[in-house]
């Protein structure tokens, strides 16, 4: 997968935007203001890291030579993945799109409650 590939992907979910903000070499994708993609533009092999389930997260790491603990990250909640060609694209998609779903469900748990009471 290239870099215009994992792009065209990502952005292509509800809600998605980009953001430089850690300076010009890290492109962050947030949803809801919560970030569920960062990409390091000056890498070789590409890489990008992703919010994953904790105990998914071992499992892929034990599995795949090319998802490591999440770099610059909270390595229980974060996998940094290698396109290096050791990790099947469809689990790329797969674990690109498990991150953005664990930060709509976060920010669907954190929205706060109407203060006001409807009239029955």
């Not at 092999?45 to 034990?62: G, I």
Request: aromatic letters at 10%.
């Amino acid at each position: 997968m290239t870099l215009s590939q994992l792009l065209d992907y990502a952005l292509a979910k509800p809600d998605v935007e980009e953001s430089l903000p850690f300076g010009p070499d890290v492109l962050v994708l947030k949803s809801n203001g919560k970030m569920f993609l960062l990409i390091p533009l000056d890498t070789d092999p590409l890489r990008f890291n992703a919010k994953c389930d904790p105990d998914r997260a071992v499992q892929l790491r034990e599995e795949y030579t090319g998802i490591l603990p999440g770099y610059h990250m909270n390595k229980k909640y974060w996998n940094t993945v290698l396109l290096d060609g050791s990790v099947p694209g469809v689990l790329v998609r797969q674990l690109i799109d498990h991150s953005y779903e664990l930060i709509w469900a976060a920010s669907k748990k954190s929205k706060p409650k109407s203060k006001f009471k409807t009239r029955k």
